[in-house]
Structure formats: C-alpha cells, structure tokens
Nanobody, 126 residues
Framework: EVQLQASGGGLVQPGGSLRLSCTTP????????ISWFRQAPGKERDWVSC????????YYTDSVKGRATISRDNAKDTVYLQMNSLKPEDTAVYYC???????????????????WGQGTQVTVSS
C-alpha cells in the first residue's frame, strides 16, 4: 500500500543537484525511520540513505557518501534527500520507505519497511 509521497525528481545534467522530498498525511514522520531506495532500469532496488527516528542518525551507501544529505523538517513533516554532484549512474526511480521499528544498522533492509512511496524519477543526462 502506498502511504508516502515522494517528489522532487527530474532531469538534471551531470554535476547538478536535486532535492527529493518524502511526506505523508497519515502519520508523524518524526516517529519513523525513513530510508531512500532507488531502482535503475533493469536492476534491483538498492538502498541509498536513511535517517533514524527521533535521534536522526544518518546513514549512506558508499556511492553517495559526500554527495548526499538526508534531513528532516518536523514542522513540515517531511524528509529530504539532497543529492549533489549527480552522475549518470544516479539515474533511477527513487523510493522512500518508513517504519517505526527499524534502527540504523537495519535501515538498508527493504523487507523491514511497511510503508512506501510511489517513487520519483531522477534522470542525470546531458
């Protein structure tokens, strides 16, 4: 069941930036660990980053470390994924997922997340 709303994708040139957003009207985001996953054409869905509920510890896959920043705005009940220095290999559909019980070391396990967004397309191309 789609419960989250992911947005902010688009077409960007290599080296450019995008900020992806994830929100929901169904629950308070602060109470949930939020992960971003992405799926490139013809490939499996991979974990990108997560922010842990309440303590807001952030984790990143190696390929985006130093280029991505995940954050929360509790007033807007939104989680952001800022992506900089984008590369063609970042091209994918990006999904956000939420779960109240996932902690940091497990936030790359997509099977543990109950709530998902519909995905937003990111295309990096000149």
């Amino acid at each position: 069941e789609v419960q989250l709303q992911a947005s902010g994708g688009g077409l960007v040139q290599p080296g450019g930036s995008l900020r992806l957003s994830c929100t929901t009207p169904r629950f308070t985001m602060e109470r949930y660990t939020i992960s971003w996953f992405r799926q490139a054409p013809g490939k499996e869905r991979d974990w990108v980053s997560c922010i842990v509920s309440y303590i807001n510890s952030a984790y990143y896959t190696d390929s985006v470390k130093g280029r991505a920043t995940i954050s929360r705005d509790n007033a807007k009940d939104t989680v952001y994924l800022q992506m900089n220095s984008l590369k063609p290999e970042d091209t994918a559909v990006y999904y956000c997922a939420a779960d109240a019980y996932v902690n940091g070391p497990l936030c790359g396990r997509e099977d543990l997340f109950e709530s998902w967004g519909q995905g937003t397309q990111v295309t990096v191309s000149s």
